[in-house]
């Protein structure tokens, strides 16, 4: 960390301008922190670098996803679905997606969406829309080998994932590559309901690999590359991101 490079909150507004960012954006990234360097300001510095350039008018959202349960520490695969969702708390649940989406869930104004899984926490324009009723949100419950982590409603209809696609979000990796790529969970979902019970009413939850995807629709031409500090950074719309990773992946 000594020798990481010295990264402002100027700096990281300028990476963005560069990347195509603009005022008025609806922007979700997933993110390592250590990768952009040694930032002054923390977490706290990249976030604000984010909603001066988004301005009044932009969204930020962030994924604020719960692996474990946090009263008792237990690993998901060792408790029961039922004690997943027990142990959600939308106020005090904390996510593993790291420290920016964390700091920015526990400022004041964020809003977070009632999902035990698959949580989004956003501020912003669209922050009330995209988060509200994750909890009425509903889609490939009914598959067969349905994993744990995927909450009932987690990617489903009307989720904040599903609105992400229909406002098309930008879609960042931030020092992260496709293997953190949540929205190819609802990937999975829209195949499940779109095209796989068609084939087969009870069909299993469709697995493939992510950062295999990643490079497919690197490809394809539909991913931007650029830095931020310096975190190599991936910038795609959100609408491309389903429709093509479905034109490659569905039956
Ligand atoms: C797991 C993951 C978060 C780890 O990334 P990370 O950069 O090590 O961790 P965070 O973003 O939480 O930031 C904390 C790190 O930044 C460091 N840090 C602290 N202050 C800092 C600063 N001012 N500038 C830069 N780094 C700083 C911390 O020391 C810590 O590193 P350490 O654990 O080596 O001590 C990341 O690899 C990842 O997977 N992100 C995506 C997660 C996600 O969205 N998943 C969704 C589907 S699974």
Not at 56 to 75: H, M, R
């Amino acid at each position: 960390m000594e020798d990481a490079q010295r990264v402002t909150k100027d700096m990281i507004k300028k990476c963005l301008v560069a990347l195509g960012i603009v005022e008025g954006d609806l922007v979700f990234f997933h993110s390592s922190l250590k990768s952009i360097g040694h930032v002054e300001g923390g977490a706290d510095a990249v976030i604000d670098a984010f909603l001066e350039t988004l301005g009044k008018s932009g969204t930020l959202v962030l994924p604020a996803l719960c692996a474990y349960d946090c009263k008792t520490g237990a690993d998901w695969d060792k408790i029961s679905r039922e004690e997943i969702e027990n142990a959600w708390d939308i106020k005090t649940t904390p996510t593993f997606t790291g420290l920016i989406p964390e700091t920015l869930r526990k400022r004041v104004g964020t809003i977070r969406s009632d999902n035990p899984t698959h949580s989004v926490t956003a501020v912003g324009r669209y922050a009330s829309e995209i988060t509200k009723d994750h909890k009425k949100a509903h889609g490939g419950e009914w598959a067969a080998n349905r994993p744990k982590w995927a909450s009932r409603g987690a990617f489903g209809e009307n989720s904040p994932w599903d609105k992400l696609y229909t406002l098309d979000a930008k879609y960042m990796l931030i020092g992260v590559d496709f293997n953190s790529c949540t929205m190819l969970h609802h990937v999975q979902m829209v195949l499940l309901e779109k095209y796989l019970r068609k084939i087969d009413g009870n069909a299993p939850w469709p697995i493939f690999d992510f950062r295999q995807i990643g490079r497919k629709l690197e490809a394809l031409g539909i991913v931007r590359f650029g830095k931020i500090g310096c975190a190599v950074t991936r910038l795609m719309s959100c609408r491309s991101l389903v429709d093509m990773a479905i034109k490659v992946l569905r039956p």
